[in-house]
């Protein structure tokens, strides 16, 4: 497994932590072949009954890392950063997520596809994709309006603005918002509580919650890298990324 994916399992619970924290977890292609693997192996590995979803250094992920995006961009269902969202999506464990810090792009899109998600009051999240001149991914154009209704779906994927853990419990992509220094607690506490259900009661209810709508999402998450990677290659997107990195320099 990749140093900058860490993997913990102990007492049924296997933590998958993000491990760029000098690059705010920023997601490269390994990252996600890593990620995409790990959440493989959980699902055959009948020792893990929860998985949990967290970052290194105060922060859940910065999304892509855009030098590594832009070099291996990509190109069809079988990338990299589309198998890592279809694993996420048809894990049959159940998925609890802590996030810390900033979760931008798909930091907040995976979201929509864990069962319980525990956001510090400092948590920051966006949805940028329309600044970069790109469109929504992580079947978020299906799962965000069902969750936050079309209003503020349509306010928080075509302004593409931050928004803090409070915005994000109103539209249904959080479960519930704790001090900072609370996060390891609760998170642990959530997860064990899954991990003692049991275990197939457990399944069996994830998988009733999430059955109705599983070919939309699959659907929708082909439907969307498809015109995701129509439009890395757009002069709008091409526009938008050189002015992003010319003022990050």
Known sequence: MSDTLLTNLQAGVLTLTFNRAQKKNA????????????????????????????????????????KDFLEHPP????????RFLRALSHLSRPVVAGVEGVAVGIGTTMLLHCDYVVATERAVFSMPFI???????????????????????????????????????????????????????????????????????LRLTKRLLREPLRATVDEALSREGAHFIQRLSSTEAREAFNAFLSKKK
């Open 131 to 201: 600044n970069l001149g790109l469109s929504p991914e992580g079947a978020s154009s299906v799962l965000l309006p069902r969750v936050a209704g079309l209003a503020l779906a349509s306010e928080l994927l075509m302004f593409g603005d931050p928004f803090d853990a409070t915005t994000a419990l109103r539209a249904g992509i959080i479960n519930q918002v704790v001090p900072e220094a609370s996060l390891a607690e609760v998170l642990h506490k959530r997860a064990a509580a899954l991990a003692a259900k049991p275990v197939e009661s």
């Open 27 to 66: 997601f490269t292609g390994e990252m996600y072949e890593a990620a995409a693997q790990a959440l493989l192996d959980a699902d055959q590995n009948e020792a893990v009954r929860v998985v949990v979803l967290t970052g290194a250094g105060n922060t859940f992920t910065a999304g892509n890392d855009l």
């Open 75 to 82: 190109s069809g269902e079988d990338s990299p950063v589309f």
